[in-house]
């Protein structure tokens, strides 16, 4: 089995794809900010990895989200908080770099034993 159908490459796949989800979900936070009784969404990263890893490929499906709690609610109902927010999405963005950095990093290996090959 080649590492492009590999356990490697499923696990980056994954890791990129709830990377975007968590992103997704962090700006949408944001965005709300203002928004009166809007509650913090956020994904469980590990354990829908874990999940996603865990199924059979054909079987994965949309990861869970859920209301953060334990975070201060504002009189309006909000709970959102910039700074948690902007942490997390610092946090995302590296996390998501780190990811595609091995990729291509993987994928130029690929390409020089190609043109090695020759």
């Given amino acids: 089995m080649s590492w ?3 356990p490697q490459m499923m696990f980056l796949e994954r890791y ?3 990377s975007t989800m968590r992103q997704t979900l962090v700006t949408t936070n944001l965005a ?3 928004t009166p009784g809007y509650h913090t969404r956020d994904i469980d990263f590990r354990g829908e990895l874990n999940r996603a890893l865990d199924a059979p490929l054909t079987t994965v499906s949309a990861p869970f989200t859920r209301e953060v709690r334990g975070l201060t609610e504002r ?3 909000n709970n959102v908080s910039a700074d948690r927010e902007s942490m997390l999405l610092a946090e995302t963005q590296l996390q998501f770099k780190a990811a595609a950095a091995i ?3 993987q994928f130029a290996q690929l390409s020089t034993a190609i043109r090695e090959g020759q």
């Fill in 75 to 77: 009189p309006d109902g």
């Fill in 4 to 6: 492009l159908s590999g």
């Fill in 16 to 18: 990129l794809d709830l």
């Fill in 103 to 105: 990729l291509r990093a």
């Fill in 32 to 34: 709300n900010i203002d």
